[in-house]
């Protein structure tokens, strides 16, 4: 009994030197969250909110992926580079590749320079971004835990060194689809960390997904999705959804409690996903100051696709050697056709 008590007593202390913030049911390294495949540290915030930032939910869309359906996430490989290290997730990603701002979105009067020829001007035209973006933000309460298999307090040490565990006192989940038509926009600058800090029943993702040209070129010989794939950036969302529900226990979210949410072109996301037939993960819907104007067919996208392919410089050949030479081309070649491409 004796023996019983004192190590009743050092198990707190113990749990606290190993960087353990709480022991039995709710036991987890400060600010470090486990997937099974790699481990991700946090930074904390508010003093009550853990944010994860830039955790990938995809292959990089990158080679032979771009314009193609987003690959699910390889987490041998993620776990081979870890190579058993805490992988930093304290700073924002790099967002995806922006188009052009909309002229209607640009200040009154018109900017002036005789250079201004397309939808954007100076630091408005698209380009800025990179390719690999395919991540999400995810804002945790800091005591929204994965539980331990461990009942016992007794029994820490045989838990720790197991490793083993099951979700306990998970919260519902918000997962949000930034705004931007379709063509640009930045989940950093969309921070959910005071929304976690006033209601602590929640875990938030944000999610990064193509954009513009890199997300939704669209040509009628893309359907079956052996040269290509349409609206890749709508599929990003989609794979997003799937990553969330296989992973979000860990960090303290309810994979059965996913209510998506956006706002503008995000709203509009949310229509498209209430109505597509893959990847109902989701069991609510939130759609915020509505985007929905014509969807266009991929029929009438064609003409768009061979502008913007000549622009690139890939406007002979069929249409397979058509997407290799774009596959090939740079980042800054097409974003330089896509804002050709929008202003005409």
Avoid at 121 to 135: K, Q, T
Avoid at 140 to 162: H, N, V, Y
Avoid at 245 to 255: L, T
Wanted: net charge neutral; glycine share 12%.
């Amino acid at each position: 009994m004796v023996a019983l008590r004192i190590w009743a007593a050092l198990t707190p202390l113990l749990a606290t030197a190993l960087g353990f913030s709480e022991v039995g049911p709710r036991l987890r390294k400060r600010g470090v969250v486990g997937t099974g495949y790699a481990s991700y540290r946090g930074v904390d915030t508010y003093g009550d909110v853990t944010s994860y930032l830039g955790i990938p939910y995809a292959e990089p869309p990158l080679g032979n992926l771009r314009f193609r359906a987003p690959k699910a996430l390889d987490v041998a490989r993620v776990s081979r580079e870890a190579g058993g290290k805490v992988v930093d997730a304290t700073q924002y990603p790099d967002f995806c590749v922006q188009g052009p701002l909309f002229r209607e979105y640009l200040p009154a009067p018109l900017p002036s320079d005789p250079s201004f020829t397309g939808t954007g001007a100076g630091g408005d035209r698209g380009g800025a971004g990179s390719e690999d973006c395919l991540r999400v933000n995810i804002y945790t309460p800091s005591k929204a835990r994965a539980g331990s298999d461990c009942e016992s307090r007794f029994f820490i040490l045989p838990c720790i060194q197991s490793g083993t565990h099951r979700p306990r006192s998970l919260v519902p989940v918000l997962f949000y689809i930034h705004g931007g038509g379709y063509i640009y926009g930045n989940p950093a600058n969309f921070p959910f960390d005071h929304w976690v800090h006033q209601s602590q029943g929640v875990v938030v993702v944000s999610v990064y997904y193509r954009l513009a040209t890199f997300g939704f070129l669209s040509h009628p010989d893309f359907a079956g999705g052996v040269i290509a794939d349409n609206n890749v950036g709508f599929l990003d969302q989609v794979q997003a959804l799937k990553w969330v529900e296989s992973y979000i226990s860990y960090f303290g979210g309810d994979p059965g409690k996913i209510t998506i949410d956006g706002e503008s072109a995000g709203g509009s996301s949310v229509l498209l996903h209430l109505v597509s037939t893959g990847g109902k993960v989701f069991k609510q819907a939130i759609s915020q100051s509505l985007f929905r104007g014509p969807v266009p067919t991929v029929d009438q996208q064609k003409g768009l696709f061979d502008y913007f392919a000549a622009e690139a410089g890939c406007g002979t050949g069929d249409i397979t050697t058509t997407v290799a030479c774009l596959r090939q081309v740079s980042v800054s070649t097409l974003a330089i056709a896509q804002d050709a491409a929008h202003g005409s």
